[in-house]
Nanobody, 122 residues
């Protein structure tokens, strides 16, 4: 059974930092592309960062230069370091996996977990 557990969210002031973690089980983690997504109230879920099995990264324009995605295949974990946070980054953050980077928006392999809430105050 595939399971993804996100953690590390919280309340932070604008300009602050947070590091999110996602622990995966039930998948061959090292062979999967991993993505971080977020969903703000009233908005669709969006992919904000992704990392391929080989370490290639992708960032949405809205987070480029501020967020860094990384992975630890030995621990089956993916991380999102978020710096220079803005109020518009406030959302619930989720992770998921796919067989390739270009499938992270269309064919993820797991059900969505609970996510972790990030709230940035101005």
């Amino acid at each position: 059974q595939v399971q993804l557990v996100e953690s590390g969210g919280g309340l932070v002031q604008a300009g602050g930092s947070l590091r999110l973690s996602c622990a995966a089980s039930g998948i061959t983690f090292s062979s999967k592309a991993m993505g971080w997504y977020r969903q703000a109230p009233g908005k669709q879920r969006e992919l904000v960062a992704a990392i391929s099995s080989g370490g290639t990264t992708f960032y949405a324009d809205s987070v480029k230069g501020r967020f860094t995605i990384s992975r630890d295949n030995a621990k089956n974990e993916v991380y999102l370091q978020m710096n220079s946070l803005k109020p518009e980054d406030t959302a619930r953050y989720y992770c998921n996996a796919a067989t390739a980077m270009d499938r992270l928006n269309t064919r993820t392999v797991a059900s969505w977990g609970q996510g972790t809430q990030v709230t940035v105050s101005s």
